[in-house]
């Protein structure tokens, strides 16, 4: 099945600088990236997905780029804030399936 | 709107007592999870349905039943706790289609002793 390996579990930035965390999976069927936000006690949100017809997107301060042929995939944040502050997962879903797997999360820090 | 709504909030049980998690969204959406989380293991699925009328395993469905009462309804159940099962539970909801993201609830967080 599907696993997916994320890095670092633990990111310390200072205010204003770029976050990048990157994750990897290994089944190339794979067709579906999302990145959630969990803020200390709350529930995950998706914040930024991508698709594999897709190598990069952007909204706003975040963007998310995919690299098919390494199976890897990358979340980055500009500017950061201290309310980026939160652990970070990506994830993975087969192509026609529903499972989506997880990555073990990364936890964000942002001092101000 | 409501989302997805999940009860109870909090739950201590003793190890062999059996309870239900109740969950339902109100976003006509076709599939439905269960996630436990675990420090340090992400978020790991126990089961889901991708429709009405259909469920199946995850990656850790031992110790666990599901029940898709119907299209809303999803609940989790536990039938002999142990402390093994201490976690935090969330209930997701998808259009289902691959592409398209989750939409969480706000969790169950379980205590076992």
């Known amino acids: 099945g599907e696993n997916v390996e994320q890095h670092p579990s633990t990111l310390s930035v200072q205010e204003g600088d770029s976050a990048v965390i990157k994750c990897t999976y290994s089944?190339?069927?794979?067709?579906?990236f999302p990145w959630y936000k969990q803020e200390l006690g709350k529930r995950p949100q998706l914040i930024i997905d991508?698709?594999?017809?897709?190598g990069e997107k952007k909204d706003q301060r975040i963007a998310v780029t995919l690299n098919k042929t390494a199976k890897h995939f990358s979340l980055h944040i500009t500017e950061t804030q201290p309310e980026d502050s939160a652990v970070y997962f990506c994830?993975?879903?087969?192509?026609?399936?529903?499972?989506?797997?997880f990555g073990a999360g990364t936890r964000l820090f942002v001092k101000a | 709107n409501a989302g997805v709504t999940q009860t109870p909030k909090f739950q201590v049980l003793k190890t062999g007592q059996s309870m239900t998690l109740q969950c339902a969204q109100d976003?006509?959406?076709?599939?439905m999870y269960w996630y436990r989380q675990d420090p340090g293991m992400g978020l790991r699925l126990i089961y889901y349905?991708?429709?009405?009328?259909?469920?199946d395993k995850g990656e850790v469905p031992n110790g666990y039943n599901v029940s898709r009462l119907n299209k809303r309804e999803f609940s989790l159940r536990l039938e002999s706790a142990a402390p093994s099962q201490t976690s935090v539970y969330f209930c997701?909801?998808?259009?289902?289609?691959?592409?398209?993201?989750?939409?969480f609830g706000s969790g169950t967080r379980l205590t076992v002793v």
């Open positions: 997701a909801s998808s259009r289902g289609e691959s592409n398209y993201g989750y939409t």
């Open positions: 991508i698709r594999s017809n897709v």
């Open positions: 349905s991708a429709s009405e009328g259909t469920t």
């Open positions: 976003m006509n959406h076709n599939s």
């Open positions: 994830a993975a879903r087969l192509y026609g399936g529903f499972k989506t797997i």
């Open positions: 089944d190339s069927a794979s067709n579906y």
